[in-house]
């Protein structure tokens, strides 16, 4: 008997250390929702339009220093150009140089996932049970996919859940760790002008710290210091202390970007891509603040209202608000339910092995169903967007045109034609150019004025636009422009019509 007696904890504790070496429920479910946003990354890849003009501005850090002034356009040429992601430009050059474009679409998509395994942290961090972080996570990951992208904004999807989980852990007795979000504004606002943002949730914070409503508020001094050095850190780019205002274009980017850029404008709720936001709007207000601290609920207000306002904040919105949607559910779970029977060890064995089987089955199942090279073609791979045939053409032609191209092909154009001398009218740094330049370039696209004279005015060689755009319809050849390529995508037009000769 004693001897029975002796197998049976020997056994439990092997049992226990299997189960400690398994990842836990809350672990999985971030894997397969890592592996879920990385094949949306690698199968969206760099169609991206701003993608081409933010790596060929690492290129050109990379080679000539930082640019103060614009090189890549003929319309805004020498004039100021204030990078306030340059850092992360540099970064996207150097891992595309290194593992290519398809290694870049990974690693953001981990970029991406990284957020929300930060958040996901962040609960189980207050106790809130594995099946809650994995809604609530789920539900955030929905909001995101829509805008997965191989730009430097994903960075600051990372960079602002680490801010929350940062305060979320701030304590009185420790005032000197909250020093920490110096540097780490200081590195923000080197690689994207959002850490705006970031300062907003850090100035609320400050805010419900003085009135006394955070663990920090005996040391609400320690706080202010803090939060007036986050702001001076700020001032530490190659900009200095220009660059602190420059992100507020982003925020509120003009009439022009408002009326013609999308990723600018209010959501359409009839549109199947804003569900998600929907569902988290409605999530959030059914949740009431519930359990949650108040910094952490007018957290997630603003970032809600930011996503009423432009839908390239929904992300934001979902990194903000579901924390505190998490602690809401669990605290309303916690009051239903009654607390379960603790279940043996063997018991809990047999569930995580199954929850690893079904989570390694979704995550094989995305790929399968997601990734570009999937042999089942569920989802079919897009469309490459871009002009790359009428470009070679142009270079043909005329490889230092200054070239009128379509608003979402700037960047690309750029990326082709820099090296050669070419320069193009406009492209998607819409926060640079002037607006008087964005409409005279609305202007000649719609032939909806004097669009010959502007043509003339800015120099002009070469237009590069889709075929159901006015201007290459007939107004061009009408006034003197021949047609040097035509195909599906996209209508290549020259002023000098000898330069048909050299295609």
Not at 75 to 94: D, I, M, R
Request: aromatic share 10%.
């Amino acid at each position: 008997m004693s001897s029975q007696a002796g197998v049976l904890p020997a056994t439990e504790e092997r049992t226990e250390a299997l189960l400690r070496r398994l990842p836990s429920p809350t672990a999985i479910f971030v894997l397969v929702l890592g592996v879920i946003l990385i094949a949306i990354t690698v199968l969206k890849g760099t169609r991206d339009p701003d993608y081409f003009w933010h790596l060929t501005t690492g290129r050109y850090i990379a080679t000539h220093g930082i640019p103060s002034v614009d090189p890549f356009s003929f319309t805004w040429v020498g004039k100021p150009w204030t990078l306030h992601e340059w850092l992360s430009e540099l970064g996207l050059y150097a891992v595309v140089s290194a593992v290519g474009s398809v290694g870049a679409s990974i690693l953001f998509g981990a970029i991406a996932a990284g957020a929300f395994a930060v958040v996901a942290w962040v609960l189980r961090s207050a106790g809130v049970r594995a099946l809650v972080i994995t809604l609530v996570c789920a539900l955030g990951g929905w909001v995101l996919i829509p805008y997965l992208t191989v730009r430097p904004q994903a960075i600051s999807w990372l960079l602002l859940a680490g801010l929350v989980a940062f305060l979320f852990s701030l304590r009185s007795d420790r005032p000197r760790r909250a020093l920490v979000l110096i540097p780490f504004f200081v590195l923000w606002a080197n690689l994207h002008g959002l850490w705006v943002i970031g300062l907003g949730v850090v100035g609320l914070y400050l805010f419900f710290t003085v009135i006394g409503r955070t663990p920090m508020s005996p040391a609400w001094r320690w706080m202010l210091i803090v939060s007036v050095g986050c702001l001076l850190a700020t001032v530490l780019t190659p900009a200095g202390p220009a660059g602190i205002l420059y992100p507020l274009r982003y925020i509120q980017p003009g009439n022009w970007g408002l009326a013609n850029i999308q990723e600018w404008q209010s959501p359409n709720f009839h549109d199947p891509v804003n569900w998600g936001f929907l569902v988290l709007i409605v999530a959030v207000i059914l949740n009431g603040g519930r359990s949650t601290p108040a910094w952490l609920v007018a957290a997630a207000v603003v970032g809600l209202a930011l996503g009423l306002a432009s839908v390239r904040n929904e992300p934001i919105a979902a990194i903000l608000a579901v924390p505190t949607l998490g602690l809401g559910v669990e605290a309303r779970l916690a009051t239903w339910m009654r607390p379960g029977r603790e279940r043996r060890t063997s018991t809990q064995l047999g569930r995580r092995v199954i929850e690893l089987i079904a989570g390694a089955a979704v995550a094989v199942a995305a790929l399968a169903i997601v990734t570009p090279a999937s042999p089942l073609h569920v989802i079919p791979v897009p469309a490459d967007p871009y002009p790359a045939q009428a470009v070679t053409t142009l270079l043909h032609m005329k490889p230092d045109a200054r070239v009128l191209a379509e608003y979402g092909w700037g960047g690309y154009v750029i990326s082709r034609v820099y090296d050669a001398g070419g320069r193009v009218f406009v492209d998607g740094r819409n926060d640079m150019y002037s607006e008087q330049i964005l409409n005279d370039y609305s202007t000649i696209r719609d032939v909806s004025g004097d669009w010959v004279s502007l043509a003339q005015h800015y120099g002009v060689e070469a237009m590069l636009f889709p075929p159901y755009v006015t201007i290459v319809k007939g107004p061009a050849r009408d006034a003197g422009w021949c047609e040097a390529y035509r195909d599906s995508q996209s209508v290549l037009l020259v002023k000098d019509c000898s330069l048909l000769n050299r295609r």
